[in-house]
Structure formats: structure tokens, C-alpha cells
């Protein structure tokens, strides 16, 4: 099984910041890594897919990168709205692997 | 609108059986992979299973594998999830979500919650 390594667990941040996660894929996945947005009392949201691809509706402030076999969900300039929990997907192969998830906070 | 409404939760004993539903409206369900995946109170996200658009392929979790089976019915519009021999640790929130090709989990229901517990 690919299992996927989400850093960090959890992070705070200031409204503005910069913001980075990452996931590393213990094998090679290609491009099929995608991230979601879980709020609290809420279903998960599609955010990046294809590692690059921003999913309709998602604001122009997430993006996805990959770098070998890391992969990262930035945040250009952190919004209150932006507090939630993010996990990755990997989808090249079964089982489907989620990261553990960064449980995002404002500081 | 795309709409995903799970049912069929609730509270069981160990060992017994449960079947989840997952209705989907607003896009042809007969063209698109569904999905199971489960969320533990306070834990992370676990894919349990998925199901090819005509039923050709099938996929399980190790942890159910055995116990639960999907399926599906394109002329409801339903997916649906047998879960027998259900243990404590079963206990989570279940999800549906669809995919495509090269866009998986595209859209989620608003899960359903099963409790295994005596």
C-alpha cells in the first residue's frame, strides 16, 4: 500500500500568511494526488487535483505543487475562512490512501 | 445540482449487519465510479471502497474486506453498502463520493452515521 505523509500535523497561522502542507508519497504516484477541506460538522471539499488543478469554485489563493515525490497545498494569503483540517489523496492505484491531515488554526 | 444523500444509519450490536444507501440526483449516475470512505469520531479520512460505473470493478479496504460489500443499482440511482460482522472499531461516519477519471471525490454526501456498540 502507498502511504501518504502528511506534515505538519497541525499549524497556526496569522490572516495574510503564507501558508504551506505537505504530503510524500512512499511510491511514485505521478500526478494523482489531490487535496481536501474539512471543516467542522462538514463533508470533505475538493480543493487541487492532479497535484495542480484547482477545482471549480476554489478560491485563486490555493495551489498545488509537486516536487518529486513531495506534494504541497499552499495558501497564498491566509483567510479566516481558510481554518479546517486538509488532507491529500493519492488515486493512482487501491487502496486509496489519505495523509493524516493538518488541522489548520489561526494564531 | 449534484446531490449525494446517504441513509440506513444508526446504532448496532457487534457482529450484526447494517446496509447504508447513498442516493445520487442531478448528474447520470451511470457514468461515474462511487465510492464509500469513513470518518472514526475525531480521526481522519478512510476509504473503504469503490465500485465501477457498471459494476465491472470492485475494491475493499483490508479492514472490511470480507464483511462489507458494495454495490449499486443505475436504474434507482443508488449505491449501497452491506456491512456485516460489524465491530466497535466500524464506528465512524460513512460518506459517498463520486469519481471520474483523474478527478476523484469530486462530490461527497453529507454521511451517515453508523454505531457499533452493545
Known amino acids: 500500500d502507498i502511504q501518504m505523509t502528511q506534515s505538519p500535523s497541525s499549524m497556526s497561522a496569522s490572516l495574510g500568511d503564507r501558508v504551506t502542507i505537505t504530503c510524500r508519497a512512499s511510491?511514485?504516484?505521478?500526478?494523482?494526488l489531490s487535496w481536501f477541506q474539512q471543516k467542522p460538522g462538514k463533508s470533505p471539499r475538493r480543493m487541487i487535483y492532479g497535484a495542480t488543478n484547482l477545482a471549480a469554485g476554489v478560491p485563486s489563493r490555493f495551489s498545488g505543487s509537486r516536487s518529486g515525490s513531495d506534494y504541497s497545498l499552499t495558501i497564498s494569503s491566509l483567510e479566516s475562512e481558510d481554518m479546517a483540517i486538509y488532507y491529500c489523496?493519492?488515486?493512482?492505484?487501491?487502496?486509496?490512501?489519505f495523509g493524516g491531515g493538518t488541522k489548520l488554526e489561526l494564531k | 445540482e449534484v446531490q449525494l444523500v446517504e441513509s440506513g444509519g444508526g446504532l448496532v450490536q457487534p457482529g450484526r449487519s447494517l446496509k447504508l444507501s447513498c442516493l445520487a440526483s442531478?448528474?447520470?449516475?451511470?457514468?461515474?465510479?462511487m465510492n464509500w470512505i469513513r470518518q472514526a469520531p475525531g480521526k481522519g479520512l478512510e476509504w473503504v471502497a469503490s465500485?465501477?460505473?457498471?459494476?465491472?470493478?470492485?475494491y475493499y479496504a483490508d479492514t472490511v474486506k470480507g464483511r462489507f460489500t458494495i454495490s449499486r443499482d443505475n436504474a434507482k440511482n443508488t449505491l449501497y453498502l452491506q456491512m456485516t460482522s460489524l465491530r466497535s472499531e466500524d464506528t465512524a461516519l460513512y460518506y459517498c463520493?463520486?469519481?471520474?477519471?483523474?478527478?476523484?471525490?469530486?462530490?461527497w454526501g453529507q454521511g451517515v452515521m453508523v454505531t457499533v456498540s452493545s
Open positions: 442531478g448528474f447520470t449516475f451511470s457514468n461515474y465510479g
Open positions: 511510491q511514485d504516484i505521478g500526478n494523482y
Open positions: 489523496l493519492q488515486s493512482i492505484q487501491y487502496p486509496r490512501t
Open positions: 465500485i465501477s460505473s457498471s459494476s465491472s470493478y470492485i
Open positions: 463520493a463520486r469519481h471520474s477519471l483523474g478527478a476523484p471525490f469530486d462530490y
